[in-house]
């Protein structure tokens, strides 16, 4: 089945600052990649996707890229506040019509942005 | 509009007890998937629905584990007997369903299960 690894595990960044967090993943079937946050106790929301016809993407201050090739993707936050400090986590998913669309996340990355 | 929401947000339980987990998806997602979320870790997938039919429960970690959507909307989780090492968040997602192509997953805000 499909594994996702996410790096790091913890992420510091000064206020204004950019975070990176790096995916990868094993299967090459895998077509969609959402990246989610969590904050403390509440649910995960979605911050950004990406599909596999799609290198990058970019909504205001977060991008995601996507190498297919390589099997990763990657989500960029730029001139980050203290109000995206919160756990982000990759997901990727194998879409197949009527065969269910489960995602398999990474381990998620706890980012702590100081002001 | 109204969320994913699930009931109970939090609940402990007795080792050996069984515990029912309830969610309701957004109106009208044809998709329901439960994940477990082990603490500091990311969601892993139990099983999905459509509508009232159970496609995929792979990741139900036992026989233990036992989840329902009779109407095609609520559903419900049911862990018999329950372990220690049952100790999680569960959470519930719901989408639009695959004849919309590959759509967002939207999350509730989960079931907290402590087992004693």
């Known amino acids: 089945g499909e594994n996702v690894e996410q790096h790091p595990s913890t992420l510091s960044v000064q206020e204004g600052d950019s975070a990176v967090i790096k995916c990868t993943y094993s299967?090459?079937?895998?077509?969609?990649f959402p990246w989610y946050k969590q904050e403390l106790g509440k649910r995960p929301q979605l911050i950004i996707d990406?599909?596999?016809?799609?290198g990058e993407k970019k909504d205001q201050r977060i991008a995601v890229t996507l190498n297919k090739t390589a099997k990763h993707f990657s989500l960029h936050i730029t001139e980050t506040q203290p109000e995206d400090s919160a756990v982000y986590f990759c997901?990727?998913?194998?879409?197949?019509?009527?065969?269910?669309?489960?995602?398999?996340f990474g381990g998620g990355t706890r980012v702590l942005v100081k002001p | 509009g109204a969320g994913v929401s699930q009931s109970p947000r939090y609940k402990v339980a007795k080792r050996g007890q069984d515990v029912a987990l309830r969610c309701d998806p957004i109106?009208?997602?044809?998709?329901l998937f439960w994940y477990q979320q082990a603490l500091g870790q990311g969601p892993e997938f139990l099983t999905y629905f459509q509508n009232e039919a159970q496609l995929d429960k792979s990741g139900l970690p036992s026989d233990r584990f036992f989840a329902e959507r009779p109407e095609g909307s609520v559903s419900t989780l049911k862990i018999q007997r329950t372990q220690q090492e049952d100790s999680a968040v569960y959470l519930c997602a719901s989408s639009l369903g695959y004849t919309k192509g590959v759509n967002e997953q939207f999350f509730g805000p989960g079931t907290r299960l402590t087992v004693l």
């Open positions: 997901a990727a998913l194998i879409w197949i019509k009527a065969a269910g669309n489960k995602l398999t």
């Open positions: 109106s009208g997602h044809v998709s």
């Open positions: 990406i599909r596999s016809n799609v």
């Open positions: 299967d090459s079937a895998s077509n969609y």
